[in-house]
């Protein structure tokens, strides 16, 4: 969730408590919280680099970890796919055993997300590994270009996609949803993008939309995104 909505859920309910969980159906569901009273006083830290962007720490009796292309676990801090292990965790995929052994290995769910676990135990995600866009030889986490976008005021939601381009193998390319009465060129974009991530990470096109395409749960479909505009 981009902080900004973090950050006016807060505002909006003051006296109320909630918290940041992260999980996924095969995981029954949740993997982590980040507990209410930690959660909002990270909130008013003012610190958005912090743990704040976080999804907490692992649930009890859930063991976590982050692993290379090859399946080796990588040091604190470091990137790779989250697998997770406990007795939440789904036995398979009904009546799909392929599926299912390269969902699972050796009672490890690997869950499809890009994530780091720092030295603190907080686990932070960055991507799903499918949606990982890599242009010009660089990883670019959509998530993270995303969030530099909802700083603008201009803008409601937006969506990070990988197009293909004949000189870097994919480019990025924004979808974005403006809020009512607002407008925006894509020259301002890229101006406001540029004191926030580095140079590579700054999709030069856009398409400026009604709504994006969303899921039952609301998650946006990228899948039908990169059909759309690849």
Not at 126 to 138: A, M, V, W, Y
Request: glycine residues 10%; negative net charge.
């Amino acid at each position: 969730m981009a902080f900004e909505w973090i950050e006016k859920v807060a505002k909006g309910f003051p006296n109320v408590d909630f918290l940041n969980c992260y999980g996924l159906t095969e995981a029954a569901p949740d993997l982590t919280i980040f507990e209410a009273q930690e959660f909002r006083t990270a909130i008013e830290s003012g610190e958005r680099k912090g743990i704040v962007t976080s999804v907490g720490k692992p649930n009890s009796l859930v063991d976590l970890r982050v692993v290379d292309s090859d399946g080796a676990v990588v040091p604190p801090g470091g990137i790779g796919e989250l697998w997770a292990r406990g007795p939440n965790i789904m036995k398979g995929y009904l009546n799909l055993p392929e599926e299912t052994a390269s969902a699972i290995s050796d009672g490890w769910l690997h869950t499809g997300d890009m994530a780091r676990i720092d030295a603190g135990g907080y686990v932070f995600l960055l991507d799903r590994l499918k949606d990982l866009i890599i242009s010009g030889g660089e990883n670019v986490y959509s998530s993270e270009v995303e969030a530099a976008l909802h700083r603008h005021p201009s803008v409601l939601e937006a969506a990070i996609i990988g197009v293909p381009d004949e000189r870097l193998g994919e480019a990025l390319f924004g979808v974005v949803v403006l809020h009512p009465k607002c407008e925006v060129t894509a020259e301002e974009l890229i101006a406001h993008c540029r004191d926030l991530i580095g140079g590579y990470k700054i999709p030069r096109r856009y398409a400026f939309v009604e709504a994006l395409p969303k899921s039952a749960l609301g998650k946006v479909l990228k899948a039908e995104l990169r059909d759309q505009y690849s």
